[in-house]
């Protein structure tokens, strides 16, 4: 809902044309989409975005370089396990800090204030049970989603509501490294609390807890974005492969490595 009269002006989070960028105004939604994609995505390739948007590769190439040039977003080289072949690896962009910045995280500085002053004065056994306070009504909320079904229904209910919460989430198959089930994996591609959760750990720890008790497995924290991670990445073990999942298991954040600049 627009209010006040600013029907023109541009969505909280909009990654807008930088003054004397060059860059022509008209094409500021299409680069914030693009950001906005690698957002969602993860480490993604310029045929990828390019693809999922319908743009010609200089197109695509263009945006990519606004968003290099501007700090949200950056070059990796992909890693890939066994062998690979001839060629060099492939470029993946992957979202900065900055990047995740222009999009969802007003009232950080207050809220880690808040935090801080709760340890100083209550102890850190009162983030602990703030934490869990806060997580038990996402929990609530989300149980008539997850309550039914195979588990790898119910790990996508589960990211599905992620996602409506604005954690851009995902689920799918884990990966394995020889034999066995890998179980599930969750993957959220933002968090809007990530810079709070950096100070304070024991947010994604409750939230961790929470994902266990839906599923009503063992789950275990792979990455997460307030760690540096490009995504938080939840392994969530199929019942009767937990004394495998230790061995099985392949956060899908290892596999990209910092590439030399303009590779």
Do not use: W
Not at 5 to 24: E, K, L, Q, T, Y
Not at 62 to 83: Q, V
Request: charged share 20%; aromatic share 4%; glycine share 12%.
């Amino acid at each position: 809902m627009k209010k006040n009269g600013a029907a023109d002006a541009p969505a909280r989070g909009a990654i807008s044309a930088a003054p004397g960028s060059g860059v022509p105004a008209s094409s500021a939604p299409t680069r914030g989409q693009v950001a906005r994609l690698i957002l969602e995505l993860g480490p993604s390739t310029a045929a990828t975005l390019g693809g999922r948007l319908g743009l010609t590769p200089a197109a695509i190439r263009r945006h990519l370089d606004n968003l290099l040039a501007e700090g949200l977003i950056e070059t990796r080289t992909a890693r890939t396990y066994g062998n690979r072949g001839r060629g060099r690896p492939a470029k993946v962009f992957v979202i900065t800090d900055a990047g995740r910045s222009a999009f969802e995280h007003a009232y950080d500085d207050l809220a880690s204030s808040a935090l801080r002053f709760l340890a100083e004065t209550a102890g850190p056994d009162a983030i602990a049970e703030f934490a869990r306070r806060q997580v038990s009504d996402l929990e609530r909320r989300y149980a008539p989603a997850v309550a039914r079904g195979e588990l790898a229904s119910r790990v996508q209910a589960l990211a599905e509501a992620l996602s409506a919460d604005g954690y851009a989430a995902s689920a799918g198959p884990a990966p394995t490294i020889g034999h066995g089930g890998g179980g599930e994996q969750l993957c959220q591609h933002h968090c809007p609390v990530a810079h709070v959760a950096a100070e304070f750990p024991q947010l994604c720890e409750a939230e961790t807890e929470a994902f266990g008790r839906l599923l009503g497995t063992p789950v275990r924290r792979l990455a997460t974005i307030a760690h540096g991670d490009g995504i938080c990445t939840t392994h969530v073990t199929h019942v009767g492969n937990a004394a495998s999942a230790e061995t099985v298991a392949v956060p899908v954040t290892t596999e990209i490595t910092p590439g030399p600049e303009g590779s």
